[in-house]
């Protein structure tokens, strides 16, 4: 804001001077840029030395020229990324950009105290060692002790803005913390252990903003430097080596821009804007109307479908680097047009696998796989959308490409950057056109319905991120089969909450030809929503949560039964689990507004379930007999069935499961 009144000041005197040429105003108005430029050189100088001196370097490599370049040419664009959650995905942090509440607040959770409080513009803690804490995961608790090393440090990134913002800080150089027995500064960003949640606007622990199994300790999170660098800014090189001195290791990280920028979609632009630099040269394209490709550039719309998508997938997948250590010292390699495998291993769901690359990867963490797909090889978890398309015919056999529904620049809102131009409805039915032609005949539900809605029926909500359901990118049809085998959710029980896994599998038969099933007595008895919130893993349990208290859902099944289960899920192992249930079950007017905090004490949970229990039960309404015995509800009064509940409850799976967002 200063230097944009600098600015003003600056172009008004100008203006003046050009105006006046007396001598004497020359000679003031000169006098009067030359303090205003110093000042805002000053100002300008400061800043940088302020925000930048913990940040990675500025790297000069690889042809990368940053965002800044693109601006002038493209001013819309420029806005339009500007705009984009993917510029925050990780930024510069101080008391102007920060959504996190740091008016000296005191933290405390799994018996771990972090201060945070501001310093002019600067953000600080005082928290746990995190070089400690990732040192002695592997050592039990109760040998830690309770006097842990403690690191006064300054807060200098933050990734994310939309749903949540987590923080990193880098440990202190401080000679007086260092001769206090701490290891100086490794050059590391470490995870702060607490996260602001934006809809609830208040801080979270981390490990509690992620659908982990519950734990009584700390767990801190990978280095910036080794694990969102990837894919959440541009050109980074974690430079990491060997210090002898201290036995461990050192990063001297640069990046050429925190954030996904321009040059991430479209490639190094130094060429591009060499070329380009002459005003002649640029409107001289743009007056001759010459559309031909620009070679010093990539454009994904000009891309293969196959490479286009892969522009995507290097971020938006579940993968590793094959050259983990080139990319230690210089960072990832691949270039938008590149062909992705020849960089890049995308993992693909094996329940015996074999390849090295893969065997390599569950060596380091055993549980990538079941935290990251359902058993039908169905990727569920969130941002890694090109593994679904990979298992998709329209993409595989068909042309549809991330490209066919989302827009970089011209898209209706930044949550999901959905094309402005084109409905995903419409986007389908282009290539189906024998079903648009009459499209209830097709669905077996009325026009302009939710049943008619393609994205519905072929791109259910199984997979999970941010505390909410999001649409998978396996675009495939509803199978009972399917979900009684693997357990993931299909399209027509997650809208019909109310029925029974057998009522699926009986439509789809009746309606599409799909093999006759028999199933066990409690799926031809019992809705498959509601087996999924009594006796599924963590996974199914969160995502049956979120579907309970779905829009479509309560006006498809009523909105009469579902705070009894979601008020059972108020006390779920899983903070994650309780954070969607509560946020679902505020949807019900019964539960507008109603008070639960899903990381309070396990006595706080029990007492708010039973008071979300009690609201349910003094103001429900008796569903319909055909309805009732399906969610284990007494038909006549209403009252639930404790006895059948309980039982299926008994039986809930409580594998540890991670799903690693």
Same mark, same amino acid.
């Given at each position: 804001m200063e230097l944009a009144v600098l600015a003003f000041f600056a172009l008004a005197t100008a203006a003046w001077l050009a105006r006046d040429t007396s001598p004497r105003s020359r000679a003031i108005g000169v006098g009067v840029l030359v303090v205003l430029i110093a000042v805002g050189w000053s100002r300008e100088a400061t800043r940088a030395t302020a925000d930048h001196a913990l940040l990675p370097s500025v790297a000069e490599t690889a042809g990368f020229t940053s965002s800044s370049s693109c601006r002038a040419c493209h001013p819309s664009r420029y806005a339009s990324w500007h705009q984009s959650y993917?510029?925050?995905?990780?930024?510069?942090?101080?008391?102007?950009?920060?959504?996190?509440?740091?008016?000296?607040?005191?933290?405390?959770?799994?018996?771990?105290?972090?201060?945070?409080?501001?310093?002019?513009?600067?953000?600080?803690?005082?928290?746990?060692?995190?070089?400690?804490?990732?040192?002695?995961?592997?050592?039990?608790?109760?040998?830690?002790?309770?006097?842990?090393?403690?690191?006064?440090?300054?807060?200098?990134?933050?990734?994310?803005?939309?749903?949540?913002?987590?923080?990193?800080?880098?440990?202190?150089?401080?000679?007086?913390?260092?001769?206090?027995?701490?290891?100086?500064?490794?050059?590391?960003?470490?995870?702060?252990?607490?996260?602001?949640?934006?809809?609830?606007?208040?801080?979270?622990?981390?490990?509690?903003?992620?659908?982990?199994?519950?734990?009584?300790?700390?767990?801190?999170?990978?280095?910036?430097?080794?694990?969102?660098?990837?894919?959440?800014?541009?050109?980074?090189?974690?430079? $990491?080596?060997?210090?002898?001195? =201290?036995? /461990?290791?050192?990063?001297?990280?640069? %990046?050429?821009?925190?954030?996904? *920028?321009? &040059?991430?979609?479209?490639?190094?632009?130094?060429?591009?804007?060499?070329l380009h630099r002459s005003p002649w040269q640029r409107y001289r394209r743009h007056l001759s109307g010459d559309d031909e490709a620009d070679a010093t550039i990539v454009d994904p719309r000009r891309l293969t479908k196959a490479r286009s998508t892969e522009v995507c997938g290097q971020c938006h997948s579940f993968h590793k680097e094959l050259d983990l250590p080139r990319w230690r010292d210089r960072g990832v390699t691949f270039r938008p047009g590149?062909?992705?495998?020849?960089?890049?291993?995308?993992?693909?769901?094996?329940?015996?696998?074999?390849?090295?690359?893969?065997?390599?990867?569950?060596?380091?963490?055993?549980?990538?796989?079941?935290?990251?797909?359902?058993?039908?090889?169905?990727?569920?978890?969130?941002?890694?959308?090109?593994?679904? $398309?990979?298992?998709?015919?329209? =993409?595989? /056999?068909?042309?549809?490409?991330?490209? %066919?529904?989302?827009?970089?620049? *011209?898209? &209706?809102?930044?949550?999901?950057?959905?094309?402005?131009?084109?409905?995903?409805q419409q986007a389908c039915v282009a290539c189906h056109a024998e079903i648009a032609r009459d499209v209830p005949a097709h669905t077996h539900h009325a026009a302009g319905s939710g049943g008619s809605d393609c994205v519905n029926c072929h791109m259910p909500h199984t997979t999970w991120g941010l505390f909410t359901a999001m649409r998978s990118h396996r675009i495939d049809s509803p199978s009972a089969k399917t979900s009684f085998e693997t357990g993931r959710p299909n399209a027509c029980n997650q809208c019909h909450v109310d029925r029974p896994l057998q009522w699926t599998a009986d439509q789809l038969a009746a309606w599409y030809g799909h093999e006759r099933l028999t199933l066990p007595a409690k799926h031809r008895e019992v809705s498959a929503t509601v087996l999924w919130t009594l006796e599924g893993d963590a996974a199914q349990r969160a995502i049956a949560a979120w579907t309970l208290g779905w829009e479509e859902s309560r006006r498809s099944a009523g909105a009469d039964w579902q705070p009894l289960y979601l008020g059972m899920l108020l006390t779920d192992p899983y903070a994650a689990v309780r954070r969607v249930a509560v946020d679902a079950l505020r949807r019900f007017p019964t539960h507008a507004g109603f008070a639960y905090d899903f990381v309070a004490s396990p006595g706080q949970q029990t007492e708010r379930a039973r008071a979300a229990l009690g609201i349910w039960q003094a103001r429900r309404v008796r569903p319909p007999e055909s309805r009732a015995a399906n969610v284990l509800l007494d038909a006549a009064s209403g009252e639930p069935l404790r006895s059948r509940i309980a039982e299926f409850s008994a039986h809930r799976d409580d594998t540890p499961l991670r799903i690693i967002e």
């Open positions: 993917h510029r925050t995905m990780t930024q510069a942090i101080d008391a102007e950009n920060a959504l996190g509440d740091f008016d000296d607040v005191t933290l405390v959770t799994r018996g771990r105290t972090t201060r945070l409080w501001r310093r002019g513009r600067e953000l600080w803690c005082d928290t746990v060692d995190p070089y400690w804490e990732m040192a002695n995961q592997a050592v039990p608790a109760a040998q830690l002790g309770n006097d842990p090393p403690r690191v006064t440090a300054r807060v200098v990134m933050a990734t994310g803005s939309h749903h949540r913002q987590t923080y990193w800080l880098r440990r202190p150089a401080d000679p007086s913390q260092v001769a206090a027995g701490l290891p100086p500064d490794d050059g590391a960003y470490h995870q702060l252990p607490w996260t602001w949640d934006v809809a609830e606007a208040r801080w979270i622990p981390t490990q509690d903003s992620f659908l982990t199994p519950p734990s009584e300790r700390v767990e801190p999170g990978l280095p910036w430097n080794t694990s969102c660098n990837l894919c959440h800014s541009v050109g980074t090189s974690p430079h $990491l080596t060997r210090d002898p001195e =201290h036995g /461990r290791e050192v990063f001297h990280t640069s %990046s050429v821009e925190l954030g996904i *920028a321009c &040059e991430s979609c479209h490639g190094p632009a130094e060429s591009h804007v060499d590149d062909v992705l495998a020849d960089t890049k291993r995308v993992f693909r769901f094996a329940a015996e696998p074999t390849d090295p690359v893969l065997l390599q990867h569950l060596a380091y963490e055993p549980d990538a796989l079941a935290g990251r797909f359902w058993k039908d090889g169905t990727i569920r978890v969130a941002g890694r959308e090109y593994n679904g $398309l990979l298992e998709s015919a329209c =993409h595989t /056999r068909g042309e549809m490409s991330c490209l %066919s529904c989302h827009a970089s620049h *011209a898209y &209706e809102a930044p949550a999901d950057q959905l094309r402005a131009d084109v409905s995903t």
